[in-house]
């Protein structure tokens, strides 16, 4: 489902565009998955993993335009000029089935240089408008256990923790991380 675009303005006063991207922001959008990825362990891979060449591109353009045509997942950009600082993916939770239908999870990342600013608190209130107008009543996300931020915003977001799926992450150092699943009646 798409999004129309508008304006937000952040913590810094600063103007940002608000939309729904799809395929044309396949480039943008490998570019904004290989720097969030890069500037931190919390994401679930690492920037090197994120491919950038021409097939990486094809393969990501057909997966928001799956985004782009279907009701009930989105993924919402905020954008600085032309590059995506935040990013939030609205997905089923499972298959297609009536059983699961009611639920959805997501997945979010910010840029950096833009933690501080609310990006993060505004993609998650849009989620939020986006999955209760889809027809979902449970949203959930999967957090590293050491992502102290993250756990803060989504509890005060009214998340509650509800399981810890141990060793869940290897880092490159040889350590190890759980994650920590976290869900939300919306």
Known sequence: MNLE?????CRNGKEYKL???GPDNAVQFLDFMHQVSSDTHYMVRYGDEV?????AVEVQ???LELFEHDERQSMISVFDGDRIVGNIAIRRSGGCGRKMAHRCSIGIG????Y???GIGSILMDHAFDFAKEAGYE???????SDNEPARSLYKKLGFVECGCLPDAFYLDDGSS???ITMYKKL
């Open 110 to 113: 910010v840029r950096k240089e």
């Open 5 to 9: 675009p508008k304006k937000i303005t």
């Open 138 to 144: 449970l949203m959930e996300l999967g957090v590293l």
């Open 61 to 63: 353009k057909a997966k």
């Open 177 to 179: 991380l759980d994650e």
């Open 115 to 117: 933690h501080g600013l």
């Open 51 to 55: 491919a950038q060449d021409e097939k």
């Open 19 to 21: 939309t729904s991207i």
